[in-house]
Structures are given as C-alpha cells and as structure tokens.
C-alpha cells in the first residue's frame, strides 16, 4: 500500500515562506500526477498546484506566482515552495498522488497524505 509523508508545514508571518516535502512509501504503478490540495476550516477541499509526470503545472488563481510545485520521480516525491504566504493561506495542506495502471483493464487510483496545518498569522 502506497503512503504518503508530509512535511514541512508550520507557523509563519505574512510575507513569509515555507517548503512542504512529500515522499512516497511503497511503489507507485503507471503514469501518475502529483499535487497539493488544501482545505480550511468550514470550506471544501481545493486544488493548490498539480504537476504531471511530464512535467506540466496547473496551479490555483490564488496562489498563481507564489507557490512553486515540484517533483522528483526518482524519490517520488513532490514538493511545494510556498513564498509571500497569506493570511488565506492557512489551511491543512494534503499531498496527492492520481493516476491509472494499465492492466487486463484501466485501473485508477487516488492516494492521500494525512495532512500537514499551515498557518499564517501576525
């Protein structure tokens, strides 16, 4: 079973920065996308930034210029360099690994890390 490590979240003042790491345990099988999603409290989970195993990016309007997201195939692992953090910023921040294996049929799958809390406050 795949397992997913975060780290690196923590407290930070505005304008600050903080580097979340995310490392897999266990083999990840086929083409697969690995991102960030963050969830604050009384609100639904969103898309932060996602990167392909190719290589292409798509990040949230919010964060569009700030954060930078990254990806070591090798280590699979997937970073997250979060610079002129906000207030808004401050949520629990969760890896996240998609993808298809292609067997006798197409097999999908979704995998989660347990959450690291980002805050940012004065």
């Known amino acids: 079973q795949v397992q997913l490590m975060e780290s690196g979240g923590g407290l930070v003042q505005p304008g600050g920065s903080l580097r979340l790491s995310c490392a897999a345990s266990?083999?990840?099988?086929?083409?697969?996308?690995m991102g960030w999603y963050r969830q604050a409290p009384g609100k639904q989970r969103e898309l932060v930034a996602t990167?392909?195993?190719?290589?292409?990016?798509v990040y949230a309007d919010s964060v569009e210029g700030r954060f930078t997201i990254s990806r070591d195939n090798a280590k699979n692992a997937v970073d997250l360099q979060m610079n002129s953090l906000k207030p808004e910023d401050t949520a629990v921040y969760y890896c996240?690994?998609?993808?298809?294996?292609?067997?006798?049929?197409?097999?999908?799958?979704?995998?989660w890390g347990q959450g690291t809390q980002v805050t940012v406050s004065p």
């Open positions: 266990g083999r990840i099988f086929g083409t697969y996308s």
């Open positions: 996240n690994v998609q993808g298809t294996r292609q067997m006798f049929f197409t097999y999908e799958y979704d995998y």
């Open positions: 990167i392909t195993s190719g290589g292409s990016t």
